[in-house]
């Protein structure tokens, strides 16, 4: 018999390669499906945000369309930070929920529809006629606008005979937004002479222009303007020329490639939101700058900004290296005339802080020397995200993903995991998570334990509190009492997911990872390390933040 759950499963596996979650009454016949028909993988997570955000990072990591699945109502409304995270973060991803019967609501049901759409997602419900079909328009809905998507299978539906599964059609999907008519043809042109004119040319690059497959054009631009680049958080290694890069801007930048970026006389932004982080709370550019930025909205996303063109980030910059090949654009030279690499160095602190404790940022750039070359770095959200930004270099945006930060959630860290050992099979996969998050996510510590195994990494930021609520509360006179946490032995807890955990209170116990990183991954543990790190050493983007609202 072909059930409901099966069409839905047979349309899904022609657009995915796996799915994470968890199994309950809802889509039980779903996951049966899945395993007994398709070559879809499944991995379980132990958390049903889990799954989410498990997905979540197996796109972000380079996967392709993310899919998850919970069962309906508790199971279903345990993802929504999760997918509240997504839909900020403009992840495409189908989630297949378990719904109430056609017949009506039960006693513990909830209006998931509602829910869904609460925080930003569509829903479209499958029926026993229509199943593939439904399946179809939910998976061009997310690839179109670059969103999730709620796939629901109603509790009496699911295991209906729906006969023979139905050859789905391809999803229709809308080409790359182009530059088209005079009026983009005109902001070209005037582009390409602002940066050909410039003395100070600079590129700003985000993970827009990462999805648009801008690098090659952005670094032909470069080549021909002498600019000097830089990138987003979420954008950082997209440039081919790493001697000419100030790193990244805004609250995780190095003070002195930001007075660079601030001597710039003319500056593109390719992909980039320019938000209040990336911006500096409005100081990143000059009051001379004139700031030109190339994006999908449908205008410019900051006031800064001075003319703005609207199309697909490397389509737009293509037309702009073509451009100033045909005016014979020669390189300004100021790229030459500054060190990049030291303007871009951080300080790197004391072993010890005041209190006795670790300096994060000291042993956050040892664990950048020690790191495996061959890395995806998943971050949680917290006080400590800076650390990894400012001192763990990745080799291009795929290989750096935070997870929580777009919502402004904490506690999404280990189960990031899952997704990017599943998208990057061959590559050590390295969590940075805060204390606070950590307890928050424990449940899935397993999950990453048993995916990542020799290939996983996590490193706890742990401080004995929620360090962003002190810096910024009890700085204010505000009770500390409750922004505290029991000192917690995050090394034992690994020990008894089966994995290998250590206490870091020098940076001489970081000789462990050294040595874990020369071993191979098949004859090495899953590896955590616990730093009891200073809470009084703030990171440089959390005193932008403290000086915003003082």
């Known amino acids: 018999m072909s059930t409901v759950s099966a ?63 919970a069962t309906y109502g508790a199971g279903f ?73 709620v796939l629901a299978i109603p509790y009496d539906v699911a295991a209906l005979d729906a006969g023979p599964a139905p050859e789905p059609p391809a999803p229709r999907l809308p080409a790359p937004v182009a530059p088209a008519g005079p009026f983009a043809a005109q902001a070209i042109r005037d582009a390409a002479a602002a940066l050909a004119a410039a003395k100070r040319p600079l590129l700003l690059a985000g993970r827009g222009a990462w999805l648009a497959g801008a690098g090659a054009a952005l670094g032909a631009i470069a ?36 007075q660079l970026i601030a001597e710039a006389d003319v500056a593109v932004v390719f992909g980039a939101s320019l938000n209040q982080f990336t911006m500096r709370f409005g ?52 790229r030459e005339s500054v060190d990049a690499a030291s303007a871009r160095t951080y300080d790197a602190g004391d072993e010890l802080a005041p209190d006795g404790r670790l300096d994060p940022r000291s042993a956050a750039q040892r664990i950048g020397e020690l790191l495996p070359e061959d890395r995806v770095v998943v971050s949680d959200g917290g006080h400590f995200i800076g650390w990894a930004n400012m001192y763990w270099p990745v080799a ?42 950590g307890l928050m996510a424990l449940a899935d510590l397993e999950s990453a334990v048993r995916t990542a195994a020799g290939r996983g990494l996590a490193v ?27 000192q917690v032995d995050f090394a034992e807890v690994a020990r008894g997911f089966g994995a290998e955990g250590v206490v870091v209170r020098t940076l001489a116990d970081l000789e462990r990872l050294a040595e874990w990183t020369r071993t191979p991954a098949s004859e090495r543990p ?10 009084r050493v703030i990171a440089p983007y959390q005193q932008e933040i403290i000086r915003v609202n003082s």
């Open 7 to 69: 069409h839905v499963a047979a349309a899904l596996s022609g657009h995915i390669d796996h799915v994470f979650g968890v199994m309950g009454n809802g889509n039980a016949y779903f996951l049966d499906a899945l395993e007994r028909s398709t070559r879809v993988g499944f991995t379980a997570v132990r958390h049903e945000a889990g799954g989410v955000v498990a997905a979540d990072a197996y796109h972000r990591a380079g996967g392709g369309l993310a899919a998850a699945t």
């Open 77 to 149: 409304t345990n993802t929504l930070t999760a997918l509240a995270e997504a839909v900020q973060a403009h992840v495409p991803l189908i989630l297949v929920v378990g719904d109430e019967p056609t017949s009506g609501r039960r006693p513990w049901g909830v209006d998931q529809i509602a829910l869904a759409s609460a925080v930003g997602a569509r829903t479209y419900t499958v029926g026993r006629t229509d199943a593939a079909a439904t399946t179809i328009i939910a998976i061009e809905h997310a690839l179109t606008y670059r969103v999730p998507t």
């Open 223 to 258: 080549d021909a303007t002498g600019a000097l680049t830089a990138s987003t958080a979420l954008g950082r290694g997209i440039f081919p020329r790493a001697e000419f890069d100030l790193g990244v801007t805004g609250g995780f930048g190095a003070e002195k490639a930001m």
């Open 283 to 334: 100081a990143l550019f000059a009051p001379g700058t004139r700031v030109i930025q190339v994006d999908l909205a449908v205008a410019a996303t900051h006031p800064h900004v001075g003319a703005y063109i609207r199309g697909a980030a490397g389509l737009v910059a293509a037309a702009i290296a073509e451009a100033l090949d045909t005016i014979d654009a020669a390189p300004s030279g100021w």
């Open 396 to 437: 291009s945006p795929d290989r750096m993903m935070m997870i929580g930060t777009a919502f402004q959630s904490i506690g999404l860290g280990f189960a990031s995991v899952p997704g990017a050992a599943r998208a990057r099979p061959d590559a050590t996969i390295v969590l940075t998570t805060g204390d606070g998050g």
């Open 460 to 486: 706890v930021w742990n401080d004995a509190a929620y360090g962003a609520e002190v810096n910024l509360y009890g700085l204010k006179g505000l009770a500390e009492g409750p922004m505290l946490i029991p």
């Open 526 to 535: 899953f590896l955590l390390l616990d730093l009891r790190i200073s809470g």
